[in-house]
Every structure is written in C-alpha cells, then in structure tokens.
C-alpha cells in the first residue's frame, strides 16, 4: 500500500469514526417484569415451571438508526417445581412435587438490529452471566428423584439443593419494540451450564440445566 492510499484509508477511518460517535445514543433506565423459568434434568420430570419477579438496569448504546447494544443488571428469580415420590412399606408409592426455587443476579449484553428504519423492532441476540443463591433446606423430606419405581436408585431430593447455589451462563434471544423513554422486551434465556456439578463430592453424569422466558419493561431517565 502506497503512501496516497494509506492516507486515504486513514482519512475514511476517521470520517466512519466521527460519523458514528456523532450518531451514537445514551440511556439508562429501571427495568421490571416477570420471568417464567423451568428446570431441564435427567434426574427428575418438572412438574411445573416457576413464575416470579425480575428486576434492574438497563442501558442502551445506539450506533446509528438501526443498531443498539443493550446491557443489563437484574435480579430474577427462578426454578421449578419437580416431580418426586415417597416410597412407602408395602405401599403404593405416592407422588408430590418438590420445589427447587432460587434467586439469581445476572448480567447480560444484547445486540439489537432494527429489520425496518420506521418500524421501531428490534431483533437481539446475547448472552447472559449469573449466581445463584437458593434458601432451600437440607432436612430430610422423605421425598425421592432420580428414579420413581425403585428405592435402591432413587435420589433424596434435598440432596439435589446445592446445585442451585453457583453459576450459571449462556445465550439469550429476543425482540425489543418501543421507542423514546419505554421499551418492552421479550427474551428466552438458555442456560448452559450443567448445575449438577455444582454439588460437592459429587461424580459427574447426571445433568440440570436452566431456561426461563421474560418479559419486562424498561423505563430510561432520559
């Protein structure tokens, strides 16, 4: 490359750069809304999922009119509510549910496309980081996972609470539509880590994984 070209790619670089910081956008904002989640295991059948609260910060980095990076800072809470069983003496066995509920704190960054110029929608896709932090007790419930015929290789559920304390990631997609101060998003959030070997002394084998649907909105300052 030559000392003209050189100089002209520089100068386009600069002018890209300029054109860009001047069309960028700033925001922040609270964000509430609702997080179904539901818990994927060989270990046991969810009975249901867990619908609760999600809440936090969210901020915007638009670059021109149609792209966006949207990071986040929330607390949601999740879980599910598994199938479990009780073995009894020359008895029928009886079902239950066991409930693996916890919170999580999670950080998450999106990428934002907007398909139509006049169309305020969104297509995002990102990824998502968390910690989990449960309260579920380790007293003994006489309930059993892990196999629901045969007591020799059942699981006692307690035995299975640790694993929703520790860390938790993965990718995340969604659509983000509105304009100016609100915005209503829409995500499914596909945890890959495999919250099993979260338990200690533990080989491993066995897998628990996360999903959760959300909805929130976001209300920025400005």
Do not use: W
């Amino acid at each position: 490359m030559n000392k003209h070209l050189f100089s002209a790619f520089v100068a386009i670089l600069i002018s890209a750069f300029q054109t860009l910081s001047a069309q960028t956008t700033y925001q922040a904002g609270l964000t509430i809304g609702s997080n179904y989640s539901s818990l994927r295991s060989d270990l046991f059948t969810t009975a249901s999922g867990r619908l609760g609260l999600t809440g936090g910060f969210s901020f915007t980095l638009g670059f021109g009119e149609r792209f966006e990076l949207n990071p986040e800072f929330v607390f949601a809470q999740k879980g599910a509510s598994a199938k479990a069983v009780r073995f009894m003496p020359e008895e029928k066995i009886e079902n239950y549910t066991y409930e693996y509920h916890y919170n999580t704190f999670e950080a998450g960054i999106f990428g934002g496309f907007q398909p139509v110029k006049d169309v305020p929608v969104r297509l995002q896709a990102g990824g998502f980081f968390g910690t989990h932090v449960n309260r579920l007790s380790n007293e003994t419930s006489d309930l059993y996972v892990g196999n629901y015929t045969d007591v020799n290789e059942a699981i006692p559920a307690e035995k299975l609470n640790n694993a929703f304390s520790g860390l938790d990631f993965g990718p995340a997609v969604g659509v983000s539509a509105g304009g100016g101060r609100l915005r209503l998003n829409a995500r499914y959030y596909f945890g890959m880590k495999n919250l099993y070997n979260n338990i200690d002394f533990v080989e491993r084998g066995p897998k628990i994984s996360t999903g959760s649907l959300r909805v929130s909105l976001t209300c920025f300052l400005k």
